[in-house]
């Protein structure tokens, strides 16, 4: 398929998926050399079969739709993804803390199936909490402790998801 019959908006997801591919290929392989070249040959193949195989869509290009928004979300995410492995580690060296396993129920405001996959993989990322399932605006989470339930349950991390998605601010 000619590019030239590509929408314009099927355009922009092909560059995006390009620059992304070759972003990531370059940053993970650390050759900067000849490589380079095989690399940019690989990226740009990948992104002409996602395009002949009309897999190139929104839904698979998050970041057109999200636009930088979530880059403000990452490093909220990224500290508390570090609050939350010192005290599950604090917790492994030190038994005489405790644990408290249990299954909540979290509402998730979000209103995109896209929306709902960043909540629910932000609580995963987190360490001490697992989301299990998410079915008709509510995620089942298994936490680790009462205070990561807790900080869940507040909805901290469903408030800035929701901003993300909908292009609110924190």
Not at 74 to 85: D, G, M, R, S
Request: net charge neutral.
């Amino acid at each position: 398929m000619p590019i030239a019959r590509v929408p314009v908006v099927g355009r922009v997801h092909v560059v995006v998926l390009l620059l992304t591919l070759c972003l990531t290929w370059s940053l993970w392989s650390g050759h900067y050399n000849v490589l380079l070249i095989f690399g940019a040959v690989c990226c740009l193949l990948v992104a002409w079969l996602s395009m002949r195989m009309k897999i190139v869509d929104d839904e698979g290009q998050p970041l057109v739709r999200l636009g930088l928004r979530v880059f403000a979300y990452l490093p909220w995410l990224l500290v508390q993804i570090v609050k939350a492995n010192i005290d599950v580690a604090r917790r492994i060296l030190s038994p005489s803390l405790p644990i408290s396993p249990r299954l909540i129920e979290v509402e998730a405001s979000q209103e995109t199936e896209l929306g709902n996959v960043i909540f629910a993989n932000s609580i995963t990322l987190t360490p001490g909490t697992i989301s299990i399932r998410i079915r008709d605006g509510v995620v089942l989470v298994h936490a680790l402790t009462s205070e990561a339930a807790d900080e869940l349950i507040a909805g901290e991390m469903d408030r800035r998801v929701t901003a993300v998605e909908r292009g609110g601010h924190d």
